[in-house]
């Protein structure tokens, strides 16, 4: 039978569509949604039956992992506890996007175990995983009212490349699928890049949307210093880590991004595009490290999600973080080793921002050593 076809562009109320999705999931009915990738079939995560049926549709080898659709970089981890800084890192900055991580699956208490036999091995063949966050309003709607994970495949054309209109997963996939959902032309165009994630390590499995050269950005250990205003301590942290790590690792500091590594500084009430001060500069100058072009800028969401450590100059800066992003809790640092905070220099003379500076520095070789992996 022809599935229904339910065009989201003219839909009443999407909200509506998303319920009636859920519902055909629960039932055991293959889906295809569309995603900012490509279409893709999907099946309730607890119907092993379905499940299955989503592979043979799907044209898939049999090592190759039908994809766990999650609703967040969190509810990765609960499905494969195993998932390293790395990874954890990828995730953070990957989703909701186009990447799909391939990942090990060894931990016994993932809630992949959970999950029956035949799905454990249509999603985890060979004790690896595809999981991915898509970017795609409806389906992440449709991920958070499910009971449980959906399994989704791309769905493919019949010749090898993957449907990117509902028209083209109607004409191979018409007897097969229950529901289609339409969105028009997938924005991509293109598949999700697959990146195969190891412990210190990932290699692409597949190019998709997502470039080489931005993986490689994402897959960096970024470290972000914050202040007040970003004028004078976090900017002076900055340029003091940035030129200790370049001296460590052998490279100048502007060659620390090609070795994994991105510095940076930012102030809860921070204005954007101002300078450091000239007191700032000038002490950095005598320490050989350059704050002339630095331009300040606010601590936002994207910023508090991309940072692998965010070292804050004192107690009070650390709470406000916490307080507008409790869930970073585990990546944000008090500088100071001994509980107390860097003194504000700004209005004082030039021998309080010495006294400041001398006391950043103090306390940055330990964080050196702590560097995520």
Not at 58 to 71: C, E, N, Q, R
Not at 86 to 95: E, F, N, S, V
Not at 182 to 204: C, L, N, T
Request: aromatic share 4%; glycine share 8%.
């Amino acid at each position: 039978m022809p599935p229904r076809v339910i065009d989201l562009r003219h839909a009443d109320d999407t909200r509506d569509v998303v319920h009636i999705a859920v519902q055909a999931l629960a039932e055991g009915k293959v889906v295809a949604f569309p995603t900012e990738t490509v279409y893709v079939l999907a099946a309730g995560g607890l119907n092993p039956k379905a499940v299955a049926q989503v592979r043979e549709m799907s044209g898939y080898a049999a090592d190759m992992p039908l994809t766990l659709a999650v609703k967040s970089a969190d509810e990765a981890i609960d499905y494969t506890p195993n998932l390293g800084p790395l990874g954890q890192r990828l995730a953070r900055r990957c989703w909701p996007g186009p990447v799909t991580l391939v990942v090990d699956d060894r931990h016994p208490d993932g809630l992949l175990r959970q999950l029956s036999p035949a799905t454990q091995a249509a999603v985890a063949p060979g004790d690896i995983v595809g999981l991915r966050v898509p970017a795609h309003e409806l389906v992440q709607a449709v991920l958070r009212l499910s009971a449980g994970p959906v399994v989704m495949a791309g769905a493919n054309r019949g010749d090898g490349i993957f449907a990117i209109t509902a028209d083209q997963v109607v004409t191979h996939h018409n007897d097969a699928v229950s529901l289609v959902l339409d969105d028009g032309r997938s924005r991509f165009g293109q598949p999700a890049s697959a990146v195969r994630v190891h412990e210190k390590s990932y290699e692409i499995l597949r190019p998709g949307v997502v470039s080489a050269q931005t993986l490689k950005r994402m897959a960096g250990v970024i470290v972000l210093f914050v202040c007040t205003g970003n004028t004078c301590r976090s900017p002076m942290a900055e340029a003091m880590f940035r030129s200790r790590l370049a001296a460590r690792l052998g490279c100048a500091p502007t060659e620390l991004e090609d070795r994994g590594f991105v510095v940076m500084s930012a102030g809860i009430a921070a204005m954007m595009g101002g300078r450091a001060t000239g007191e700032a500069v000038q002490v950095m100058n005598d320490q050989k490290c350059e704050l002339r072009n630095h331009e300040s800028q606010p601590l936002t969401d994207t910023l508090v999600r991309n940072a692998d450590l965010l070292i804050a100059m004192t107690r009070s800066h650390r709470h406000a973080i916490l307080a507008e992003w409790p869930e970073a809790a585990g990546r944000v640092k008090l500088l100071c080793e001994s509980g107390g905070d860097i003194a504000d220099p700004i209005g004082g003379p030039l021998e309080a921002y010495r006294r400041c500076a001398e006391q950043i520095g103090n306390e940055l070789d330990r964080w050196l050593d702590a560097l995520p992996e």
